[in-house]
């Protein structure tokens, strides 16, 4: 019975994963990202800025700056962006569920005008992905955002 | 302020129905016991991740998940304090009579004014889309009854002062 709870308990904890990117190199990398959604956002091209803030999010550390930092980067593209509808028409189906996780980060915040746009994003989001993707946004607890 | 309600109400419908997803399961570490896992949190592996929906600074709702239970809490809307205190004794006259409404928690999570627990036992027994219709027609209805006590406070303080102050003129 020991050995049982022995092999339990190594299981447990392996969700202490190994980093394999150290929180500078990933923080020097959402600042480039940043660098290139101010430029698209200029233009303006929020479809293709969201795509760049979306893209390489760091899910695989446990560092909080960087994710807060990508957080920052993803808010001020929706924050942003006039036309809804347009801007989800456009996305890359394989980031709809990062773009779902954002999302609830965004509603647990609080703030009255985030939260407004947040819920707005969430129904058209929803619409077009379906309930899989809050499925998996509320079940992967490993890649946290 | 309606303008947000509906999408508030959408999104935390649409969420229960992803999270509403319960099956049994007997308690890992006692042996015979059944317990909704949501509430003691022994094992990682079994929860989901908590979700917090806020409309604005004062209203939010959280969501939490398991292998066999849901809580869902729910922070409503206080205004003044007169608001502050109907929703109070309100929201404690139903938690008081818990047992009636089978989903309902006894004490509200800390932090928010009422609680939901639903097990796997309750989806087993109803409807789980009538489940999430109940609780979004409680968090609708919520307002309009708070707003109603409020009225009705004001309205018969009024009949009483003037009442009162007659027999002066």
């Known amino acids: ?145 | 302020m309606a303008n947000t309600l509906r999408p508030y109400l959408t999104c935390i419908r649409n969420t229960l129905t992803a999270a509403m997803c319960l099956q049994n399961f007997p308690c890992q570490e006692v042996e015979r016991h059944n317990k909704p896992e949501v509430e003691f949190k022994t094992s990682k592996e079994l929860l989901l991740n908590p979700i917090l929906i806020c409309r604005n600074e004062a209203e939010k709702c959280l969501i939490e998940s398991s292998i066999n239970s849901l809580r869902i809490s729910i922070k409503v809307k206080q205004a003044d304090e007169l608001e502050n205190i109907l929703a109070k004794k309100f929201l404690r006259f139903l938690s008081m009579r818990a047992e009636s409404f089978q989903v309902l928690r006894r004490k509200p999570v800390q932090g928010y004014d009422i609680s939901f627990l639903i097990t796997n036992f309750h989806c087993e027994e109803m409807f789980k889309h009538k489940l999430i219709d109940f609780v979004v027609a409680f968090m609708e209805d919520i307002d309009k009854e708070i707003s109603e006590l409020k009225l009705s406070v004001n309205t018969r303080g009024r009949l009483v002062a003037t009442e009162f102050l007659r027999q002066f003129t």
């Open chain 1, 1 to 145: 019975m020991a050995d049982d709870e022995d092999n339990a308990s190594s299981v447990l904890d392996a969700d202490t994963f190994i980093e394999t990117e150290s929180p500078e190199v990933i923080i020097a990398r959402i600042e480039g990202k940043s660098r290139q959604v101010e430029r698209l956002l200029r233009i303006p091209q929020y479809a293709e800025a969201l795509e760049t803030a979306l893209m390489d999010a760091p899910t695989q550390t446990r560092d909080e700056r960087c994710k807060s930092a990508n957080w920052i980067l993803v808010h001020r593209v929706l924050m942003a962006t006039k036309d809804v509808d347009g801007l989800l028409m456009g996305l890359n189906p394989e980031l709809h569920d990062i773009l779902m996780k954002y999302l609830y980060r965004g509603l647990a915040t609080g703030d009255r005008i985030t939260c407004d746009l947040c819920l707005r994003l969430h129904e058209r989001l929803f619409d077009m992905a379906g309930i899989g993707c809050i499925m998996r946004a509320i079940s992967d607890t490993q890649n946290l955002v």
